[in-house]
Structure formats: C-alpha cells, structure tokens
C-alpha cells in the first residue's frame, strides 16, 4: 500500500476532476498547489525522524509545478514512488488523512442530511439523524488523530439494516460512474489510431463487469481500479483523452 501512496496523492483519481481544467498540465497543478498547501503544513509540525524526507518532498513536488511540459511533470511525480522510505509513506498518510478529515466528514454529514429528504428515509430517520448529530459533534474534536479513528470507527457502528439501506442509496450514483466510464471506454475504442487498444477494452469488460457485480463494494472497488490502473502509461494517456473531450 505504501509504495503506490504517492500515486494516489499526486494523481487526479476521478476523471471528473479533468472536465474543469483547460490543460492536463493545468490539473496536475491544480493539484500539486493543493498538495504543498498540505505539505507546509505538516512540515511545521514535523518530526525530526521525517523532517528530512518533508522538505525534500516539498522541494520535488515545487519543481514538478515550476515544469511547463506536462510529461515531465509526470515524470517527477513518478520517480517520487520509489524515493521514500514505507515508514514515511506512512507517516505522510497519516498526517494527510488528519488534514482532510473534516472535507470528509462534511461529505458525509452533507450526504446523510440529504437522506433525511428522501420519502424511503422513514424506518431509517432516527438513525439517519442520530448519524447527523454524531458527524456533526465529530466536526468539533480538536485532536486531529482521534478525529480520523471516530471516523474510522463512525461506519463500523452502523446497524446492519441502515448499511443496507445505505447501500441502496448510493447504488445508482457508483452505477452512473460506471457506465460513464463505460461510454468514454467506447468512444476511445472508436477511434483508429487509438493507443493501448487491449488494455482499453479490458477495463471496458472490466466496468461491465462491476455494474452486475452483487454488492456495493465490489461496484466501487471496480471503479476505482478503472480510474487507477497500474500502467501509469495508460494513465497518464487515459488522463490526456478525458481532457481533450472536454476542451
């Protein structure tokens, strides 16, 4: 896990995300100014046993931002895979997940409050309401760790039932990823001089495969393994195409 962190953090993991910048090298700044912003951060507060690796993380992700070209962007984002020890991979995701926490945690309490809405919310209100008020109240902890482990924990309390419920409420949104990842499948496959053919037409069979898939998890895990596939090539290409559609 630790060694594809880096590739999680400095790539744009839902092609949505492209439909709002002009350029692919405009996204990948995008990100990276959001990146640093973190960064600095956790560099103030830092430890000695990782200060180190902090400031050259920064140094390497500001002279990705300086880089014009998109590929060679790419480029420096990619050696940063292997240049960090797994024990700071690990720390930096920690830190990470503290600093983003309460962006989730706002998702979730915008989610469940707009549960509350639907007509079929009614054998579910009061633990849809009591989720809000946990959420809501977790917005306030002031110790970041503890934050991320009552968020951790949050899910985990839930009665079966409501998972259920919840699985049914968020079904046809993972449904529609799908089958828009499917449509922009196709419309590459369409094209003559198309790259990576194969491995296009195998994410197609794979989505296709995740919309009849049976449980929830299994829908997002495939989504998320056709929006991240591990050829960073095809990637990176994939990235270039969702832009170009969208220009």
Same mark, same amino acid.
């Given at each position: 896990?630790?060694?594809? *962190? ?15 910048? &002009?350029?692919? $090298? ?12 973190? /960064? ?20 390497? !992700?500001? &002279?990705? =931002? ?6 060679? %962007? ?15 991979? *690990?720390?930096?995701?920690? #830190? ?19 549960? @509350? ?20 109240? @977790?917005?306030?902890? !002031? ?8 968020? $951790? +924990? ?8 409501? #998972?259920?419920? =919840?699985? %049914? $409420? ?5 449904? %529609?990823?799908?089958?828009? &990842? ?8 369409? +094209? ?19 919309? !009849? ?9 495939? /989504? ?21 559609? #969208?220009?």
């Amino acid at each position: 896990m630790a060694k594809t *962190l880096l590739i999680t953090i400095f790539c744009v993991i839902a092609c949505v995300q492209l439909s709002h910048a &002009a350029s692919i $090298a405009e996204v990948i700044d995008n990100d990276l100014r959001v990146n640093l912003n973190g /960064y600095y951060k956790i560099l103030a507060e830092v430890d000695a046993a990782h200060k180190a690796n902090m400031e050259k993380l920064i140094a390497q !992700t500001e &002279a990705a =931002l300086k880089e014009t070209d998109h590929k060679e %962007k790419t480029k420096i984002l990619d050696s940063l895979n292997s240049a960090f020890p797994e024990d700071f991979n *690990l720390y930096l995701n920690k #830190k990470l997940q503290e600093l983003n926490v309460d962006v989730e945690i706002e998702r979730s309490l915008s989610f469940y409050k707009a549960l @509350l809405e639907k007509p079929e919310k009614d054998a579910f209100q009061a633990e849809i309401e009591k989720a809000v008020e946990t959420l809501s109240a @977790l917005l306030k902890e !002031t110790d970041a760790a503890k934050k991320v482990e009552s968020f $951790a +924990q949050f899910s985990k309390d839930l009665s079966g039932s409501f #998972k259920e419920f =919840l699985a %049914k $409420a968020t079904l046809p949104e993972i449904e %529609k990823s799908l089958n828009g &990842a499917i449509a922009f499948f196709d419309g590459l496959l369409d +094209q003559a001089d198309i790259k990576f053919k194969d491995e296009i037409a195998a994410l197609k069979q794979q989505a296709e495969g995740g919309l !009849t898939a049976a449980t929830l998890e299994e829908k997002q895990k495939t /989504y998320y393994e056709i929006t991240n596939p591990e050829n960073k090539e095809l990637f990176n290409y994939l990235k270039e195409k969702y832009t170009e559609q #969208k220009q």
